[in-house]
Structures are given as structure tokens and as C-alpha cells.
């Protein structure tokens, strides 16, 4: 169940299209954020900064984890039942405990029915919490691209590149925009919480 929350961890913000590319630096220093390079005017953002600060990534990352949790401590419970029942069933035969091979036999069908639907479990599980990672990887993404149309009205960049890891080998401190992105996403971020308190709150109202 790990590497799918792993996978969630390290999504990367879908921002530009030529997400390897390496930007040239020009010399000539301008406003914080911003610099020209052939007449274009770039940025970009670390990527392990906005899921570690971003309020929704956080948030979604908690919800992960107690699925996860969850899931494995329900195959783990499931798994414990059938080796108890495995090893109950092997003592019998062991110590002829069964009054025939009929009643031994549909003993081991029993047991191999409960071990089809553990699998069958472990499977339904997985399949879960990766439709649950991927709903969250395009929440994420969504919701930074419309923020970053509207941020870039004013800003206007030619291109925002999304810093992960060693995509981009070196990169000027002055292209960084992580923390003025961060903070506006959070400034947009309605817990889901938060707002259905709000909800019931003008429901009481009227």
C-alpha cells in the first residue's frame, strides 16, 4: 500500500511543458521572482516545498495515510484469521482430528475460499487507494493551474517550471516564486470542513 502513497508524495506540479529544460541565466538582475532571458520572462516552484506547505496537499496527505492504515490493518486482521485457521487445520490432520477425509477436505476448501477473498480484498484495497491518489493528483493539479492563470495576469510569465528533485541541475534563487505561489493557494484553500461549519452556520441563521 506504500507506494502509492509515496506516489502522492512525490507529485510533481504539472506546470510547464518543457519540465527538464534548464534555464539560462541572465546577468542582468531584475525584480525578485523574474528575470528575462531572451526577451522571455521565467519562474519557478519547488515542488517538495508547495506539498509540504500547501494546506491541501497536507490535508490530502492525512486522508492517504488513514486509508492506508486502515487498509492494512484490515488485510493484516484478515490474514492473522487465516493463518489461525491454517494452522488449526494442520494440527487436526496432524493429530487425526477430523472423523473423515470428507470433513478434512471441505475444511481445506474453506480455507482456500478465505484465502481467494483476501486476495481478492487485497486487490479491491489497492485499487482504492490508487483511484483516491490519482483523484488528489489531478485536485492538485487543477486547482494550481487555476491559480497560476489568474496569478499570472499580473505577473505575466512566459513560462513557470516546476522544481523537483534534480529536473533542474541549478537554478537562481531571484526565479524562485515557491512561497508568494504557497501563500495564495492557502489564502484560496477552503478545508472541506471549514466550509460545511459555514454552511450549517447560515442554515441556523435563517
Known amino acids: 500500500m506504500k507506494k502509492y502513497l509515496f506516489s502522492v508524495l512525490a507529485v510533481a506540479a504539472v506546470m510547464a511543458s518543457c519540465n ?5 541565466m541572465d546577468e542582468k538582475p531584475q525584480a525578485a521572482g523574474a528575470e528575462s532571458v531572451s526577451g522571455m520572462k521565467i519562474a519557478y516552484i ?3 516545498s508547495l506539498m509540504t506547505q500547501y494546506d491541501f496537499a497536507k490535508d490530502y496527505s492525512v ?3 488513514k486509508k492506508s492504515n486502515n487498509a492494512r490493518n484490515t488485510l493484516t486482521q484478515k490474514g492473522n484469521q487465516l493463518q489461525a485457521a491454517v494452522n488449526n487445520f494442520q494440527q487436526k490432520l496432524q493429530n ?3 472423523q473423515s477425509r470428507e470433513q478434512a477436505a471441505g475444511v481445506q476448501s474453506a480455507i482456500e475460499r478465505q484465502q481467494r477473498d483476501l486476495q481478492e480484498l487485497q486487490a479491491r484495497l489497492e485499487n482504492e487507494l490508487a483511484n483516491e491518489t490519482q483523484k488528489f493528483n489531478m485536485a492538485l493539479r487543477d486547482s494550481l493551474n487555476n491559480f497560476l492563470t489568474s496569478y499570472n495576469k499580473d505577473k505575466k510569465f512566459d513560462m513557470i517550471l516546476s522544481k523537483s528533485g534534480d529536473n533542474i541541475l541549478f537554478a537562481n534563487k531571484k526565479f524562485d516564486i515557491t512561497q508568494d505561489v504557497i501563500n495564495g493557494l492557502n489564502k484560496r484553500y477552503k478545508p472541506a470542513a471549514s466550509a460545511a461549519k459555514k454552511d450549517d452556520k447560515k442554515e441556523e441563521k435563517k
Open 20 to 24: 527538464n529544460a534548464s534555464p539560462k
Open 46 to 48: 519547488e515542488v517538495d
Open 63 to 65: 486522508t492517504l495515510q
Open 96 to 98: 487425526n482430528g477430523f
